[in-house]
């Protein structure tokens, strides 16, 4: 099964930061990534898959890139709204699986 | 508006059954994979298994083959998520999701989430 290592822990910015979250894959999973926001006592959410497609109604101070087994997510002007955990997804291989995910914290 | 409303927190106690479910609307059901998902403190989000409701083809994560069972009634649009012999370690918040079918593997409408505890 395919371990997704998400880094760092916990990330902790202004409004109006960058943020950069990464998720390192133990193998190449091509582009077959998602990643999810999971704000205190929420579902998870969509964000993005393929490494870099927004979901439906995402906003564009969010976007994705990598391939093989590097990916990383930036939120390019934190808003006060980005607190919580984020998680990525593989589905390149079976079982799907997520990364531990990483904690947003707005200062 | 699509919409997952999965049914409300259970307690059991280990040995004993329980089947939770998931109510689809705003599209139509039996056109959509619905997954499940295992959140704990300790292991995360965890893929359990798919289903197509359209013809009950089923999907399951290897560990969790044989430890639970998904079904799906397209008739009342609801996916089901059953253990016949639950152990403390299944406590855990369970959601449904829809599969976005971009992808075919990716989750793009969640449901808000059953709570089932398990303890003597």
């Known amino acids: 099964e395919v371990v997704l290592t998400q880094s760092p822990g916990t990330l902790s910015l202004s409004p109006g930061e960058r943020a950069t979250l990464s998720c390192r894959a133990s193998?190449?999973?091509?582009?077959?990534l998602a990643w999810y926001q999971q704000r205190p006592g929420q579902a998870p959410r969509l964000l993005i898959y393929?490494?870099?497609t927004r979901a439906t109604g995402i906003t564009d101070r969010f976007s994705g890139s990598g391939s093989g087994r590097e990916f990383t997510l930036t939120i390019s002007t934190l808003e006060p709204e980005d607190l919580g955990v984020y998680y990525c997804?593989?589905?390149?291989?079976?079982?799907?699986?997520f990364g531990q995910g990483t904690k947003v914290e707005i200062k | 508006e699509v919409q997952l409303v999965q049914s409300g927190g259970e307690m059991r106690k280990p040995g004993e059954s329980v089947k939770i479910s998931c109510k689809g609307s705003?599209?139509?059901?039996?056109?959509?994979?619905i997954g499940w998902v295992r959140q704990t403190p300790r292991k995360g989000l965890e893929w359990m298994g798919v289903?197509?409701?359209?013809?009950?083809?089923?999907r399951y994560n290897p560990s969790f083959q044989g430890q639970v069972t998904i079904s799906a009634d397209e008739s009342i649009t609801t996916a089901f998520l059953e253990w016949k012999s639950l152990k403390t370690s299944d406590t855990a918040l369970y959601y449904c999701a829809r599969i976005l079918v971009a992808t075919g593997k990716t989750f793009d409408y969640w449901g808000q989430g059953t709570l089932l505890t398990v303890s003597s």
């Open positions: 193998q190449n999973i091509v582009t077959y």
């Open positions: 289903i197509y409701p359209g013809d009950s083809d089923t």
């Open positions: 997804q593989q589905y390149g291989s079976s079982p799907w699986t």
């Open positions: 393929g490494t870099s």
């Open positions: 705003g599209y139509t059901f039996s056109n959509y994979w």
